[in-house]
């Protein structure tokens, strides 16, 4: 039986991966982006566009969108990489980054919970960058900072929807061949999805609030 599958930030990159490659499942695929890529337009999935999940009115847009669909699994995977130190300091790059990478995954989730059932799972798209623990070279205050604050959202999520049965997966897709980072990876887009693609289908309630990478590897706070 197709699975309703939501996914964020899905008009490139990772996003448009994880939407070919739960499609090639079999499933249905609510992609949300604020302007759709022609080549998530040609992919078949129902297309959610004009979704900011930073703003209240990108918010209901994807609700309204999404008013009769139970969800099976929800991936959050909007964000954005911005780069600063102490020698070159924005702190508007920084909230920025906090608005897009950690707020806004939390507020889809609140948004949408209504629509999410036993059994149903959540998949947080976040980074290694944000584990304390990994961090050897310092710097990227706000891509740092908003993902440990979105690990520890994810945490507390997974407790919160326990006694739901609501899995959270918390995943860093690794060095990942996109727009973001110049195509300067070492995987592809599409081999990232197909192992993010297998990590969300095999989650289980015991693995909820775990931090893997891609590869299967459980990662440091």
């Given at each position: 039986?197709?699975?309703n599958i939501v996914i964020t930030g899905a008009n490139r990159g990772i996003g448009l991966?994880?939407?070919?490659?739960f499609l090639d499942l079999g499933d249905n695929v609510y992609a949300a982006?604020?302007?759709?890529?022609?080549?998530l337009v040609d992919s078949q999935a129902k297309v959610i566009d004009g979704v900011d999940v930073t703003t209240e009115q990108g918010l209901a847009a994807l609700a309204s969108a999404l008013t009769s669909v139970k969800i099976d699994i929800l991936i959050c995977n909007a964000g954005i990489l911005r780069d600063e130190n102490l020698s070159n300091f924005n702190i508007n790059t920084i909230t920025e980054q906090f608005d897009v990478n950690a707020l806004a995954p939390l507020q889809v989730v609140?948004?949408?919970?209504?629509?999410?059932?036993?059994g149903s799972k959540i998949a947080m798209i976040t980074s290694r960058m944000g584990s304390i623990a990994d961090n050897s070279s310092g710097?990227?205050?706000?891509?740092?900072?908003?993902k440990a604050a979105l690990n520890i959202a994810s945490v507390s999520l997974a407790k919160d929807l326990a006694s739901r049965n609501i899995a959270v997966g918390i995943y860093h897709p690794g060095y990942v061949q996109t727009d973001m980072v110049?195509?300067?990876g070492d995987i592809s887009a599409a081999e990232c999805a197909q192992r993010l693609t297998k990590l969300m289908n095999d989650l289980t309630m015991a693995e909820s609030g775990v931090f893997r990478h891609s590869n299967g590897e459980k990662l440091p706070w």
């Open positions: 039986m197709a699975r991966a994880l939407t070919k490659s982006c604020r302007q759709p890529s022609q080549a609140h948004a949408l919970e209504s629509k999410l059932e036993a710097g990227r205050f706000g891509y740092r900072m908003s110049n195509h300067g």
